[in-house]
């Protein structure tokens, strides 16, 4: 199966995709996190990109369709995989598509994940991640024992330097009007399924199986 997630940042894209990892044995690729990888080991893609990334932007769509695509040519995908952050632009899309085209495969599925505004702000700022091994907190909902120190590794917890107030607004913005015409183009594909994640999980979860192909 092949899917890709699409939902605002703070969706909680995350966690639906832990899920349907779990779920389907698919793997689970977020450009986010390869492009914080990249930033981690200061490679060229990683130098270039955290510009954009720190202050809320996109990353050019060149430079991230170029990252991706070498990404699914690894043979861990070649069965299917679960796009998370990606695609972000019409543009993007298209690339995929092109590269779906050339490998005889298509897209099953594009599930948005929605929640409704007021949530976002709150699951955004509240967001803590531990620099070390990478699990998520969240202040006001799913907080570290020790408020600041991560549960599984001890280390102290950071906060995004794109989860800044401020930053936030401006990602939110960018989504409106560069990834939410996604929804339409994958409507007249007519593989666009929702889900709304504002409730518990075990919900979030239910409405899972129902839109996802057994
Ligand atoms: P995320 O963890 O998905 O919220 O991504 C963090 C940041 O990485 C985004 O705010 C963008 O700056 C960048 N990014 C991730 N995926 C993409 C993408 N598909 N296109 C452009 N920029 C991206």
């Given at each position: 199966m092949r899917v890709v997630l699409l939902g605002p940042p703070g969706s909680g894209k995350g966690t639906v995709a832990e899920k349907i990892k779990e779920l389907y044995g698919?793997?689970?690729?977020?450009?986010?996190?390869?492009?914080?990888?990249?930033?981690?080991?200061?490679?060229?893609?990683?130098?270039?990109?955290?510009?954009?990334?720190?202050?809320?932007?996109?990353?050019?769509?060149?430079?991230?369709?170029?990252?991706?695509?070498?990404?699914?040519?690894?043979?861990?995908?070649?069965?299917?995989?679960?796009?998370?952050?990606?695609?972000?632009?019409?543009?993007?899309?298209?690339a995929l598509e092109a590269l779906m085209n050339k490998s005889g495969f298509s897209l099953d599925v594009a599930l948005n994940v929605s929640v409704p505004d007021r949530m976002i702000m709150?699951?955004?700022?509240?967001?803590?991640?531990?620099?070390?091994?990478?699990?998520?907190?969240?202040?006001?909902?799913?907080?570290?024992?020790?408020?600041?120190?991560?549960?599984?590794?001890?280390?102290?917890?950071?906060?995004?330097?794109?989860?800044?107030?401020?930053?936030?607004?401006?990602?939110?913005?960018t989504y409106a009007v560069r990834t939410a015409p996604l929804l339409d183009y994958y409507e007249q594909q007519g593989i666009l399924r929702s889900i709304d994640n504002s409730g518990d999980l075990a919900a979030t979860f239910a409405q899972l199986k129902e839109v996802l192909p057994q």
């Open positions: 698919l793997v689970h690729i977020s450009t986010g996190d390869l492009f914080r990888n990249c930033i981690r080991q200061n490679t060229p893609i990683g130098q270039e990109a955290k510009v954009f990334i720190d202050r809320g932007d996109l990353v050019p769509d060149e430079l991230t369709v170029r990252m991706l695509a070498e990404r699914l040519d690894n043979d861990d995908c070649a069965d299917g995989f679960l796009l998370d952050g990606f695609p972000r632009t019409l543009d993007q899309a298209d709150e699951r955004l700022s509240g967001r803590r991640v531990c620099p070390e091994c990478g699990a998520t907190y969240n202040i006001y909902s799913q907080p570290s024992l020790e408020p600041g120190i991560c549960d599984v590794c001890q280390s102290e917890l950071t906060q995004r330097p794109d989860d800044k107030d401020a930053t936030i607004r401006h990602r939110l913005d």
